[in-house]
């Protein structure tokens, strides 16, 4: 049992190829961050990129409300991750949508080691998906199983009395997302 990955769009990998082929012919370093010489970076499986918004934090399932809007391939150099590619869909398959150097591509691979640890998934199969929603500044791990979905807020998305890595059960991010939401949110006139 262990973590599984989607079906990859057809074309993903060539989009990711030509992103960072660009991204290298620019003369732009993708080791600065890390130390290392990138030379021969390579992309590895992608997850599925899912989204929320704060309104549909007013759903009891948050999951379901969830919109796939893409997919991420974590770049690594050997063992060393150096940037995050996300490919966007589109009604023609995928197109190049981003690249992000630094950090957050070391934070999901923490991410997806902390959720391999867990005995649910030692147990059983989880879908390893990718959660993000800009409005609440929060992003992490999203694993998608038949025993029950969990999220792990990746570093520096966690909230409230959350940690990072903490595996939650979707009813219990919720709650956390709506106190976050509701702590940020002035007090509207007359109350």
């Known amino acids: 049992m262990a973590l599984v990955h989607a ?35 390579h992309a590895l499986a992608p997850q599925p990129m899912y989204t929320f918004t704060r309104e549909d934090l007013a759903a009891d ?23 995050v590619v996300t490919l966007r869909d589109t009604d023609d398959g995928v197109a190049a949508d981003g690249m992000t150097i630094g950090r957050l591509s070391q934070a999901f691979l923490d991410g997806v080691a902390a959720a391999e640890a867990l005995p649910e998934v030692q147990a059983g199969d989880y879908e390893l998906r990718y959660l993000q929603s800009h409005e609440m500044y929060f992003a992490g791990v999203w694993l998608a199983g038949e025993a029950g979905d969990i999220i792990l807020p990746m570093e520096g998305h966690a909230h409230a009395d959350v940690s990072a890595h903490t ?12 106190r976050q939401l509701a702590f940020h949110n002035p007090i509207p006139a007359g109350e």
Request: no cysteine; aromatic share 4%.
């Open 7 to 41: 079906a990859a769009p057809e074309d993903g990998l060539a989009k990711v190829g030509e992103a960072l082929s660009q991204l290298l012919n620019s003369g732009t370093s993708l080791g600065d961050d890390f130390g290392a010489n990138v030379t021969e970076p």
């Open 61 to 83: 399932d948050l999951l379901a409300s969830a919109r796939r809007v893409g997919w991420r391939y974590s770049v690594v150099q050997g063992e060393e991750p150096v940037a």
């Open 167 to 178: 595996p939650l059960p979707p009813d219990r991010m919720l709650d956390v997302l709506r």
